[in-house]
């Protein structure tokens, strides 16, 4: 069974930081690539980063050289450091995995946790 845990989530005022975590289990995780998502409310889910089994990272241009993807295959974990935190990047955070097998590519998501921004 694929499990996605997310973890890190909270209340931060402007201008703070989080790091969001998210434990895999049930893949391959060191052939996997990762991702972090966000839903704010009345707007599509985006990609806000993403890296490869090769560490290979892309960022939404809004989080750019604040937001940082890093991936630990000791732990089987993803992490999101984010930083300089902004009330617009408030929204539900999800994990996401592409995960390969014998059946191809699957997709996995976590079931989310709340980042929110405010003063």
């Known amino acids: 069974q694929v499990q996605l845990v997310e973890s890190g989530g909270g209340l931060v005022q402007p201008g703070g930081s989080l790091r969001l975590s998210c434990a895999a289990s049930g893949i391959i995780f060191s052939t996997a690539a990762m991702g972090w998502y966000r839903q704010a409310p009345g707007k599509e889910r985006e990609l806000v980063a993403s890296i490869t089994s090769g560490t290979i990272t892309n960022y939404e241009d809004s989080v750019k050289g604040r937001f940082t993807i890093s991936r630990d295959s000791a732990k089987n974990t993803v992490y999101l450091q984010m930083n300089s935190l902004k009330p617009e990047d408030s929204a539900v955070y999800y994990c996401?995995?592409?995960?390969?097998?014998?059946?191809?590519?699957?997709?996995?998501w976590g079931q989310g946790t709340q980042v929110t921004v405010s003063s």
């Open positions: 996401n995995a592409a995960a390969r097998s014998l059946r191809g590519v699957s997709i996995y």
